[in-house]
Structures are given as structure tokens and as C-alpha cells.
């Protein structure tokens, strides 16, 4: 029955700019979609690890810098540019992982968060390279196949398909006997241990493909804005990520994408009708804290299961 | 029948004909109403609004429909709202963005969907250099501009020979100190010390406490409320070396809290409220009626803006449906009386305009910035060569090199 509900769900994804009569529903439903896989990478770490990080715009923003850098500075083409983007930041993410994962809890988050405002600062400062805070621009969409993704259209059709492959794999990975012992490493690292698991391993994977995943969506966000600046490596963004993870329901599949849904919504949907808005959003906030403190998804959930009598499911 | 038919069609014919006359220009004014920059956000609004309910709130015969956009900001938001106003709102021209960083970010797409943009103050150099955009317009000058002149004041008529500089660390000090030290050098100056404090630091006194004791003046670039944050700082400490600054440092904005830290401060700028012309006093006499306060940088840039916009759809006559003519009237404007003087914009986009050299004097019980000379028919270029000047790299934190220092 879920799985259904998901297809159709999936399917209306699919539906939604064909049925927009403007462009601008569409690019903010692209803004959604990679809004949702850079949450669901961080839902690995967050929600399935249980260790929280606070630095895991880290990753979308050095893809996007490299895809950008690699094409307009160093004068690559678009594919190879966008795998080299993606493998070095991948690599990137193993190398910080073997860092901070010396630690977990507070600890964790502290180096995660450290690690974050180093990169920030280096973005800020290496103006040769970065641009400073002027940023890199001058970045063009790829045509592969000579589809046009400079169309909002297009675009916003591969950035489906681009989240489908993310939430498919990543659904696959946690139900996997790897997921399994995730969570198992989350919630009883000591039996885990026992039980012959390598606890340190174990996490070390979920941290570079959380990196992974939130390279690819670097990679989106640098085609879609074509443009970077330090704004995206700065710790709004991390904390904005794990919000959506967390209002949507950390360690739900489902989850961050309901929270990607909801922020990227108030952001830009609604702050063009109040003026007050960044305060709308802080209270929708507390008001999810308060009242489904485990998430919208398992609220909604728990809410539904309440209503019907016991025994009849 | 054939009777109703054709009135039908008459009716549809002029019908569309008629409604398009009567269509309002849509202005999608991005700016920033939440956030760090939001006290500059709310200047420009109120430039903005000034020009159009002066003019009843219609140009060229045509009503002014303006479309409030909150940027907060951030790059990827800005781009969204531009996104929103040309696919949503089908904006027919955008003022704004506020900060450097939100109009480079928007530079390309503005290019890509052709809709015309005047910057009521963006002021990074490359918008109007090395990465022109034929769609977009300043209304306030680069970066570096005002401070090129200063340059040379300060070395010819100030005589000063050592100058230790501070600035906010982001591009925007960057190039403001660079064209300074430029220009400075050029006219046999010597910039022995040049400190960067970050944005948003919470004190200046290891920065002022570090400023070495015998230069024979310090050059500041702050923006936002660092400037008064810093000045205050500096009295504090009782240093009595003279400072100048760029526009932001003392700008009327922020002047109004200031006290008599601020007095003596000379600096360089494309405005002050307190130039003594008709046109001036008109617009100054009108924004202190309706706000209570001068127009500063983000007022006048806005204002400037609106006042641009006015002269394209003028030109055009109100026919900004045409975006090549309005584009082309919009960047071959050449105002003789406006209250900032003269202006005329250049082949990139940028106005040629007055430099205003202003010392912070106490008038009228308050705070202004007296005009103590100005430079007219200056270009972002100053006495360089564009083609030189475009050579080399944008100006930054170690462009142009400072040989000068000392340890």
C-alpha cells in the first residue's frame, strides 16, 4: 500500500511542470528536488547514524565550486568536470570523515562544524581561485545529447531522474543488511561491537556517501544557479539542511524530502506574501518541535494511527 | 449577425490595443528586508518611493506597478526572486539587487532572459568591466571610483605622505582600498600598513590598538554600521591621527548616530546630502519631510534608480514593452542637472559622474558631510587607460600590490 502511495506520489512529481503554466513553479520545484537529495544525504549521517553534523554544506559547496571552477577555469568539458566534482569530494569526504568521526555526540559536532568554517574561510580568502566573495559565475547549463537544460523544463526533468536514482539507492542502502547495522551502530554501538561489527567502519561508510550524495547535489545546485559564492558553504546552509532533516522526520526515507518541501516552500513561496517571514519560519518551527517533535512524517503517521482503533491496520 | 460579428472583432481589436495602453510598467525592486543588510534595504525602498509618489506614482504617462521582493541576502535566494519577478510577475525592468554579491549572482541569468536591470547599489567593479552585461545599468558609481580622486587629494592637497588603511574584509573594502592606494601612490603617496578586519568583528581594538603611530593619516572602508562601530572605537582610544574615509564610512545613513567621532572625518564619495544646489535641496528638503533623516547612499542610489528609469521610459515614450530601444535610451542617458550634478553613462553601463570630496562637520545640530570639493566627469576608469585598466586584474585585498609597507 505504501509503495503504491509512493509510485503515485512519485508520478505527480513527475506531472507537476507539465501542469505549471509558469516557469517559476517550475525552478522552484528543481530548487525542492535538490534541496531534498543534499536533506537526504544528510538523513544518512543524521537520522540512520545518529551523529549530527553541522557541516555538511561542506559537500554540496565544494561540488559546486569544482564543477564551476573545472569548466570556466580550468576548462574542462561538463561531463568530465561534474565526475571530477563529484569523485574529489567524495574523496574529500573520507578524508573528513577519518577526521571527525575520531569523535561522536558534541564532539563530532564540533569538528564537523570546524571543518565547515575552514572551507568557508578558505572560499572567502583564496580569491585567485574562488573569487572571493564575488564569487565564480560565467557558468553555463550542458546540452548532452542536445537536450537544452537551460530550459527550466528540461532541467527541472533531469533533476527528477537525478533525485528518483538518489531515493531509490539510498532506500536501498538503508534496508540493506548495511542499513541494518547503521541504525544498529545508532542505537547500540556496544552490542554492535559485540556482535563483531566495526562500528568506526560502519559509520566511516555512511559519512562519505552522505558526502557523495551531497556532492551530486552540488553538482545540481551549480547547474541550476550557475553561479557559487561562499554563501553556500556558509553554516545557514548546513543548519538549514539539517532542519529540513529534522522537521521532516530524521531517519524516515520520506522525511527530509517533506522538509526540503516545507523550508524551500517558505523560503520562496511564501515570504512573497509576507514580508515577516524568516519569523514564519521560526515559528512553523517550534510549532513542529513542540507538537511532532520526532518530525512531520512520523507525526503525521502517529497521528493517523491514533485516530483509528487498535487491531485494524 | 454579420452586423454583431463585426463588432466583435472591432472590439477585440482594440480591446487588447486599449488595455495595453493602460498596463502599468511593473518595476520588480529586489532588495533585502530581513537580515544583516536590511537597514540598507529599507534606505532604498524609501528612495525608491519618494522618486515615484513625487511623480504621482506615474512616468511617462505611464503608472509605475512595483513588485517588492525580499532577497535576505543570500546569492541563491536573489536568483529565485529574479527568477520571480520576470517568470511570475513578468517584470518589465528590475531595480536592485542591494549587495555586490546578489548582482553577480543574478549577472547571467539577467543576460540569458534579456530584461533590464538598474543597480541602485551594487557597486562591484566587474559588473561594469571585466564581465559587462549590455542589460544592465548603475546608478551608483563602482567601487573604486570615488576613491581614485581621493587618492590624489589626499596626496596633493592634503600633502599627506604615509597612510595606514583598515577596511571591512570583503570585496567591497577591497576595491574601495585599492583604487585608494592606487590612485595614492600614483601621486607619490606611500601606503605603509594595511589591515583587513572581518565583517562582522565584534571589536576594533586590537585593530586600532595595532595602527601604526606615525603615519599622517589613516584611510578607513567600512560599510553598514562598521564605520560608526569603528570610529567609535578609535576616539576611544584617543588617537588623534586624522582619518579618511570612504563613502559608507561616514554615510548619512548611519551619520545620524554618530557623535563627535565623526567630526573632522574627510571622505570621498558620488553623493552627500549636503551639496548646495536647488535640485539637491529639493530632494533633501522632501526626504527629511517624509523620513526625518538625510538620504545617504542607499536613499540617493535608489532614488538615482527610479530617476534613470524615468528618463529611458521618457525617451522611449513610456514604450518599455521594446526592451532594445529601452535598453539602448537607458544606457545612452546623459542627465545635465541632476541633484548628484551631471551624469552620463558609459559604454559598459556605468555613469561618468561627480566625485564629491565631504568633511564631517556639525550644522544645523547635525551631523553632515560639507562638500569641500568636488571632481566632476569622473569615470570608473579615472585617468587611466580603460584598456590597461581592463588588463589587469579586478582590483582586491592584494591587487594592486602594496610595495610600500613596513613591517
Known sequence: MIRVLLVAAFSLLLLAPALSPSDFYVNVATQILIAAIFALSLNLLVGYGGLISLGHAVYLGVSAYLTIWLVTRAGLSHLPAAVAAVVLTTAMSLLFGILALRATGLGFLMITLALGQILWGLAYRWVSVTGGDNGLSGFQRPQPFGIDLASPRTFYLMTVAVFACAFVLIAVLVRSTFGAGLRGVRDQPRRMQALGWHVWMVRLVAFVAAGFWGAVAGVLYAYYNQFVSPHVLALTNSAEALLMVIAGGAGTLLGPVVGAVVVVMLKNVVSAYVTRWVMLLGLVFVAIVAFMPEGLVPGIDRLRRRRRPAGTT | ?407
Open chain 2, 1 to 407: 449577425m454579420s452586423r454583431h460579428v463585426f463588432g466583435l472583432a472591432v472590439l477585440l481589436a482594440v480591446l487588447p490595443a486599449r488595455a495595453a495602453e493602460k498596463e502599468p510598467v511593473r518595476v520588480g525592486f529586489l532588495t533585502v528586508n530581513s537580515g544583516a543588510l536590511a537597514a540598507g534595504g529599507r534606505q532604498m525602498g524609501e528612495g525608491l518611493t519618494l522618486y515615484l509618489k513625487e511623480h504621482g506614482n506615474k512616468l511617462a504617462g505611464r503608472s509605475i506597478e512595483v513588485v517588492t521582493l525580499d532577497t535576505a541576502g543570500q546569492p541563491a535566494t536573489t536568483r529565485t526572486r529574479t527568477q520571480e519577478a520576470v517568470e511570475r510577475y513578468k517584470v518589465h525592468v528590475i531595480i536592485g539587487p542591494l549587495a555586490a554579491f546578489e548582482a553577480l549572482a543574478i549577472n547571467d541569468y539577467v543576460k540569458q532572459v534579456k530584461v533590464p536591470v538598474i543597480s541602485p547599489s551594487a557597486a562591484a567593479e566587474d559588473l561594469t568591466q571585466r564581465s559587462p552585461n549590455p542589460w544592465f545599468v548603475r546608478a551608483v558609481g563602482s567601487s573604486a571610483q570615488p576613491n581614485q580622486p581621493f587618492g590624489e587629494y589626499a596626496a596633493k592637497t592634503l600633502k599627506y605622505k604615509r597612510i595606514a588603511t583598515i577596511g571591512d574584509d570583503f570585496a567591497f573594502g577591497h576595491e574601495t582600498t585599492a583604487g585608494f592606494q592606487r590612485a595614492f601612490e600614483d601621486s607619490g603617496g606611500k601606503v605603509v600598513q594595511k589591515q583587513w578586519a572581518p565583517l562582522n568583528v565584534a571589536d576594533y581594538g586590537s585593530y586600532v590598538a595595532g595602527i601604526k603611530p606615525d603615519v599622517d593619516a589613516i584611510y578607513a572602508s567600512f560599510a553598514g554600521a562598521n564605520g560608526l562601530r569603528f570610529l567609535r572605537q578609535y576616539a576611544e582610544y584617543g588617537l588623534k591621527v586624522p582619518v579618511l574615509g570612504n563613502m559608507t564610512t561616514v554615510d548619512e545613513g548611519i551619520l545620524k548616530n554618530m557623535g563627535d567621532e565623526a567630526l573632522g572625518v574627510v571622505s570621498c564619495g558620488w553623493y552627500s546630502a549636503a551639496i548646495d544646489t536647488p535640485a539637491n535641496r529639493k530632494f533633501v528638503e522632501a526626504f527629511r519631510a517624509a523620513h526625518s533623516a538625510d538620504p545617504g547612499y542607499y536613499s540617493a542610489g535608489a532614488y538615482t534608480a527610479a530617476m534613470f528609469l524615468d528618463l529611458a521610459l521618457q525617451k522611449v515614450h513610456g514604450k518599455v514593452e521594446d526592451k532594445d530601444a529601452f535598453m539602448k535610451a537607458l544606457r545612452s542617458l546623459d542627465v545635465q542637472d541632476s541633484f548628484r550634478g551631471p551624469m552620463r553613462i558609459d559604454e559598459r553601463g556605468n555613469p561618468v559622474l561627480t566625485v564629491y570630496i565631504r568633511k564631517v562637520e556639525r550644522k544645523d545640530g547635525r551631523l553632515q558631510n560639507t562638500v569641500v570639493q568636488t571632481y566632476p566627469g569622473v569615470s570608473q576608469f579615472w585617468k587611466y587607460d580603460p584598456k590597461t585598466f581592463l588588463a589587469q586584474p579586478v582590483y582586491s585585498r592584494d591587487n594592486p600590490k602594496a610595495s610600500n609597507l613596513e613591517p
